[in-house]
Structure formats: structure tokens, C-alpha cells
Antibody, heavy 122, light 107 residues
């Protein structure tokens, strides 16, 4: 059974740094071709792709956030960590992690965490 | 970035209706498109990938088609549990952008 779960603070102040952890089970990020993606959703708005980290530690970030966003993985703990610096109220959103699978050359996000709402406010 | 435009943004339909949602890409993306369903308060759920491949466990009333720049998601007979927001996503080029969503509500 594959599960993912996001954890971290629910309220952070502007200019602070957000650290979220995605803890997963049922797969290993040391497995060839697997990845974990991050997606966020501001309240009442559409999904926004933040980026992805792969089994080989390759990473891709949304260009608009690239200077503030970092992904790291701890394969032994089955965790991926998202760090977002210099927070602004517009970063208020539900943050999701999801497993990225590829087959036949086609990517998809096939299992998602439940999401965690992060509010940026003083 | 590749832009995805979904139409309509909102539709009202009845149980049993056939529903079609369109996703247009700003440039050709071959078949590198996925569709997700999001019920309010829940995480998105993968329905279709590679434009037309049904994800395991997804009911066969859902189908996807298209290639290049125009794609459709069809629900052949709308069920009560299908009232949700649907998103397309392109996965051919970074950033893997999403459409703005189509909300399907009960008429």
C-alpha cells in the first residue's frame, strides 16, 4: 500500500522559512525512475506545480520559485523535504506531495498525500 | 512555459449526462497529458495519463482522447460521486503546468 503524508507548521510569519516533510511508504526513492513531486493550491484556486525530485537526486523547480525553493531526500527515512525561503502571504496554500511514476516514457502523479494547509501571516 | 486552457471553467449537469471537458495546450505536447479529479477538501486523484490511458481502479465511464494541442476528458454517464473539479496537466516540459480547472456541479 502506497501512502504519502505532508507535515510541518500550519502558520508561519512573512520573511520566514517554511520546511515541510513528505513521509511516504510502499515505495523507495532509491528505486530507479521514481520521483516525488510537490504541488500547492492557494485557497479556492487551481493547482500549482512546484517541482520534482528523482531517485538519482535530479531536481526540477518551477522557475518562478527556483531562487527560494529547495528539495532534499532522505532515502533511509523515506522522506522528502521542501524548503521555501522568504515567505509571503501569497505562499498561503495547501501543499501536497505526490509520487511521480513513469512508464512507457509517460510521467504521472499517481499517489498523493492528503495535503497540509500553510498560512503565511504576521 | 506551456499554458493549458480548460473549457468550460464551470458546467452544470445532471446525473446520467454525458460530459466533455476540453484542455488546449499553447504548444504541441504529443500525448503527455494527465487528468485529475479533485473533490472539495480532498487531494487530487489521477484519472488518466498519456492522454488516454485509464489509471488502474478508475471507472470505465471516464475516458480521455487527443494529441498535440487539444485534449478531451469525457464522462459517459455522470454519477453523483463525479461532481468535482477536474484538472489537466502537461508532463512533456518543465514546469509541468496545470490547467485552471473545470468545476462540475449538479444541475
Amino acid at each position: 500500500q502506497i501512502t504519502l503524508k505532508e507535515s510541518g507548521p500550519t502558520l508561519v510569519k512573512p520573511t520566514e522559512t517554511l520546511t515541510l516533510t513528505c513521509t511516504f511508504s510502499g515505495f523507495s526513492l532509491s528505486t530507479f525512475a521514481l520521483g516525488v513531486g510537490w504541488i500547492r493550491q492557494p485557497p479556492g484556486k487551481a493547482l500549482e506545480w512546484l517541482g520534482v525530485i528523482f531517485w538519482n537526486d535530479d531536481k526540477h523547480y518551477d522557475p518562478s520559485l527556483k531562487s527560494r525553493l529547495t528539495f532534499t531526500k532522505d532515502t533511509s527515512k523515506n522522506q522528502v523535504v521542501l524548503t521555501l525561503t522568504n515567505l509571503d502571504p501569497v505562499d498561503t496554500a495547501t501543499y501536497y506531495c505526490a509520487r511521480r511514476l513513469i512508464s512507457g516514457g509517460y510521467h504521472r502523479l499517481d499517489y498523493w498525500g492528503q495535503g497540509t494547509l500553510v498560512t503565511v501571516s504576521s | 512555459d506551456i499554458q493549458l486552457t480548460q473549457s468550460p471553467s464551470f458546467l452544470s449537469a445532471s446525473v446520467g449526462d454525458r460530459v466533455t471537458i476540453t484542455c488546449r495546450a499553447s504548444q504541441g505536447i504529443s500525448s503527455y497529458l494527465a487528468w485529475y479529479q479533485q473533490i472539495p477538501g480532498k487531494a487530487p486523484k489521477l484519472l488518466i495519463y498519456a492522454a488516454s490511458t485509464l489509471q488502474s481502479g478508475v471507472p470505465s465511464r471516464f475516458s480521455g482522447s487527443g494529441s498535440g494541442t487539444e485534449f478531451t476528458l469525457t464522462i459517459s454517464s455522470l454519477q453523483p460521486e463525479d461532481f468535482a473539479t477536474y484538472y489537466c496537466q502537461q508532463l512533456i516540459a518543465y514546469p509541468w503546468t496545470f490547467g485552471q480547472g473545470t468545476k462540475v456541479e449538479i444541475k
